[in-house]
T-cell receptor, first 115, second 113 residues
């Protein structure tokens, strides 16, 4: 079974631009979560989608948004990029059975650099 | 407010010895705890978990202990191997509004040959 796939792996953008990151979950997984990892801050929760609905949201500004499609694939978008948005963005999927206590399976992330 | 705390940023142990990684949490609504391991340039990989109805869970060389009264959990790796060198994240979740997985900042484990 294929794992969680994130594209692209690396991205360089300029301040003020916007970016869209993509995530394909493990087949059969309906929950997709997004996390931001920066040095010294661990993994900060962005949002979670389940069956195309946002089920949970972290404490990030409105510039960060996401969506999920009917095939469970998900995208996240960051508008008006700032230097501080440079980070590793991780997508994770889990099964839909009592998903709150099902392990998340992570992709290898998208490394975003904002210059 | 950091609800999951890994206060030691790094740990170095000798190959063959025990590695003990600690984690504290503040949210009493958390009832499910997990450890993840992360190598550079890869996503975190699920290692082991424990439900709040247990105080110990074992999987091969890895054992997680949970002390609910102290809001503390620890991961024991015995014996430690050089391939265990990675960043280890503690994570916790609960039901309802706490259902998202909350992570600590991670501990970098180095196992010396």
């Amino acid at each position: 079974k294929a794992g969680v796939t994130q594209t692209p792996r690396y991205l360089i953008k300029t301040r003020g631009q916007q970016v869209t990151l993509s995530c394909s979950p493990i087949s059969g997984h309906r929950s997709v979560s997004w996390y931001q990892q920066t040095p010294g801050q661990g993994l900060q929760f962005l949002f979670e989608y389940f069956s195309e609905t946002q089920r949970n949201k972290g404490n990030f500004p409105g510039r960060f948004s996401g969506r999920q499609f009917s095939n469970s694939r998900s995208e996240m978008n960051v508008s008006t990029l700032e230097l501080g948005d440079s980070a590793l963005y991780l997508c994770a999927s889990s099964s839909d059975r009592r998903s709150y206590n099902s392990p998340l399976h992570f992709g290898n992330g998208t490394r975003l650099t904002v210059t | 407010d950091q609800q999951v705390k890994q206060n030691s940023p790094s740990l170095s142990v000798q190959e063959g010895r025990i590695s003990i990684l600690n984690c504290d949490y503040t949210n009493s609504m958390f009832d499910y705890f997990l450890w993840y391991k992360k190598y550079p340039a890869e996503g975190p990989t699920f290692l082991i978990s424990i439900s709040s109805i247990k105080d110990k869970n074992e999987d091969g060389r890895f054992t997680v202990f949970l002390n609910k009264s102290a809001k503390h959990l620890s991961l024991h790796i015995v014996p430690s191997q050089p391939g265990d060198s990675a960043v280890y994240f503690c994570a916790a979740s609960g039901g309802g509004a706490n259902s998202k997985l909350t992570f600590g900042k991670g501990i970098t484990l180095s196992v010396r040959p």
